[in-house]
């Protein structure tokens, strides 16, 4: 057990039990209850349920706009890099033999600057929180093994704030708000899919969330079917009337600026296949340069 006294002079807060596990040893270190509560931090654009296990690790449910909701642990001792990691659940020691908690493990030796991330569903850990359960973290190292118990208080509380701040996410990530192409059929004028018009409305919520957005460009555009006169017409009936769908879902309208090109700019050669995609209105969002 070489590795593990420099670790074990920040354990006195803790429960210690040592234990053999075939040729590695393992070393178990319970949460003390005065430091069991998960705690929720989080803004407009990330939630993040965590509970800190002294200077030892911190386990995060984290959850940003666009992506999928992960587990994370970080292994906060960087001078004793970890190996694999095992997430598991238990029974609370005040909890009955009849208790049934949601099952739950994962188990991983992709590790990252002493990073573990998760992405498989963890709404499973969410119930198990919920239910008042613990969770068991096996670190591996080389030859060596700790067994960290996060003990759980307060559970239904800190859920339901967890909860909240998911409600109040952003719908959109910045990467999927900051450009974006609604297409047109040939010589549609008006936004009538329900998809274009959720994003649309997406938009206007991201907008008004992220305080750097300074302007929204919208650019109409068409194929080359027809005059140029009655395309530039025809891209400016488009265009305007994304603009006037922003302005409807609460955009202020002096955020907006509106442009027609007709068929000029095409991305694509206007084959039979290629002129779809040129009939198009680009939305762009910019930042403050600071």
């Known amino acids: 057990m070489n590795g593990f006294p420099n670790i074990i002079k920040f354990a006195l807060p803790c429960a210690l039990f040592l234990t053999q596990s075939g040729q590695a040893a393992e070393q178990n270190l319970v949460q003390s209850y005065e430091n069991s509560t998960w705690t929720v931090?989080?803004?407009?654009?990330?939630?993040?349920?965590?509970?800190?296990?002294?200077?030892?690790?911190?386990?995060?449910?984290?959850?940003?706009?666009?992506?999928?909701?992960?587990?994370?642990?970080?292994?906060l001792l960087k001078d004793k890099p970890i190996t694999r990691l095992h997430v598991s659940s238990r029974k609370a020691d005040w909890q009955s033999a009849n208790t049934v908690l949601t099952p739950l493990n994962?188990?991983?030796?992709?590790?990252?600057?002493?990073?573990?991330?998760?992405?498989?569903?963890?709404?499973?850990?969410l119930r198990l929180i919920k239910q008042g359960g613990w969770l068991d973290t096996l670190v591996s190292f080389k030859d060596e093994q700790l067994r960290l118990t996060f003990t759980n208080t307060h559970s239904d509380e800190i859920v339901a704030d967890y909860q909240q701040c998911l409600n109040n996410l952003s719908p959109l990530?910045?990467?999927?708000?900051?450009d974006h192409q609604l297409q047109f059929a040939s010589g549609q004028r008006t936004v009538t899919a329900e998809k274009?018009?959720?994003?649309?409305?997406?938009?206007?919520?991201?907008?008004?969330?992220?305080?750097?957005?300074?302007k929204v460009l919208v650019d109409g555009h068409t194929d080359n079917t027809g005059s140029p006169l009655s395309n530039r017409l025809l891209s400016k009936e488009r265009a305007d009337d994304v603009a006037s769908?922003?302005?409807?879902?609460?955009?202020?309208?002096?955020?907006?600026?509106?442009?027609?090109?007709?068929?000029?700019?095409?991305?694509?050669?206007?084959?039979?296949?290629?002129?779809?995609?040129?009939?198009?209105?680009?939305?762009?969002?910019?930042?403050?340069?600071?």
């Open 196 to 214: 274009d018009l959720k994003f649309l409305k997406d938009l206007v919520r991201y907008i008004s969330l992220d305080n750097r957005v300074s």
């Open 173 to 178: 990530s910045w990467e999927q708000a900051r």
């Open 106 to 125: 994962f188990t991983s030796t992709d590790i990252e600057d002493n990073k573990v991330q998760f992405s498989a569903d963890v709404s499973a850990l």
């Open 41 to 75: 931090k989080g803004d407009s654009f990330a939630c993040s349920l965590q509970q800190r296990f002294e200077n030892y690790a911190l386990l995060e449910v984290k959850t940003v706009p666009a992506q999928q909701q992960q587990l994370v642990f970080t292994w």
């Open 245 to 290: 769908r922003l302005i409807e879902f609460g955009l202020p309208k002096d955020m907006l600026e509106v442009r027609a090109h007709g068929q000029r700019y095409p991305i694509i050669k206007n084959s039979k296949q290629g002129a779809s995609s040129n009939r198009r209105v680009l939305v762009r969002l910019f930042r403050h340069s600071s």
